[in-house]
């Protein structure tokens, strides 16, 4: 596994997020932290491409590519399309 950004902290510190690739398959996955529920490992939707980027929009995580964004809402185990 490599971290392909930084963490990125909610604002208000409960909750950690970060991009990891895995070498061999080049599959993106987010790692989310919070204090109050375990470690959440979920892969990239597939259709975020080229480079990523997450930020936090108030209790939701954003991930955005190339082309899409899609959002990870509070107690959500996937992300889901952002129009």
């Known amino acids: 596994m490599e971290f392909i950004t930084a963490p990125r ?3 208000d510190s409960s909750a950690v997020a970060i ?19 375990k470690t959440l490992d979920i892969p990239a939707p597939s259709q975020a491409e080229g480079s990523l980027g997450a930020a936090w929009d108030g209790n939701a ?3 955005s590519g190339t082309n899409r964004k899609s959002r990870l ?7 889901v399309p952002v129009n």
Do not use: C, R
Request: hydrophobic share 50%; glycine share 10%; net charge negative.
């Open 73 to 79: 809402g509070p107690g959500a185990s996937d992300f």
């Open 19 to 37: 991009i990891a690739e895995n070498y061999d398959t080049h599959v993106a996955k987010v790692i989310v932290g919070t204090w109050a529920a």
């Open 61 to 63: 995580l954003i991930l």
């Open 9 to 11: 902290w909610s604002s």
